[in-house]
């Protein structure tokens, strides 16, 4: 079995930046891609950023584009997204999740899924 983990959420203010981290226990991070998604209330999960467990190859979403980076670590099994500049839209749970068939964004391209953690941007 696979089992992805969440951590690094909290509460941080307008313009700050959080560093989420999603570590991969049962099996190495040996998959096709690792996607990051968040859901805010009443909306819903939509594709942040996610990465190529090949080659490193990204993508973004264009709300995130310039402010949000993602990165592998592939010796801890464990990819990052680092969050910079962070606005109140950016309140969501955030969830990692991995793909054994594609890279991209869309979320019923992907196949396992952690448990979230909440990001709160607020005064």
């Known amino acids: 079995q696979v089992q992805l983990v969440e951590s690094g959420g909290g509460l941080v203010q307008p313009g700050g930046s959080l560093r989420l981290s999603c570590a991969a226990s049962?099996?190495?991070?040996?998959?096709?891609?690792i996607g990051w998604f968040r859901q805010a209330p009443g909306k819903g999960r939509e594709g942040v950023s996610c990465?190529?467990?090949?080659?490193?190859?990204?993508y973004y979403a264009n709300s995130v584009k310039g402010r949000f980076t993602i990165s592998r670590d592939n010796a801890k099994n464990t990819v990052y997204l680092q969050m910079n500049s962070l606005k109140p839209e950016d309140t969501a749970v955030y969830y990692c999740?991995?793909?054994?068939?594609?890279?991209?964004?869309?979320?019923?391209?992907?196949?396992?899924w952690g448990q979230g953690t909440q990001v709160t941007v607020s005064s």
């Open positions: 049962g099996v190495t991070l040996d998959y096709y891609a």
């Open positions: 999740a991995a793909s054994d068939r594609h890279l991209g964004l869309p979320v019923d391209g992907y196949d396992y």
């Open positions: 990465i190529s467990t090949r080659d490193g190859s990204t």
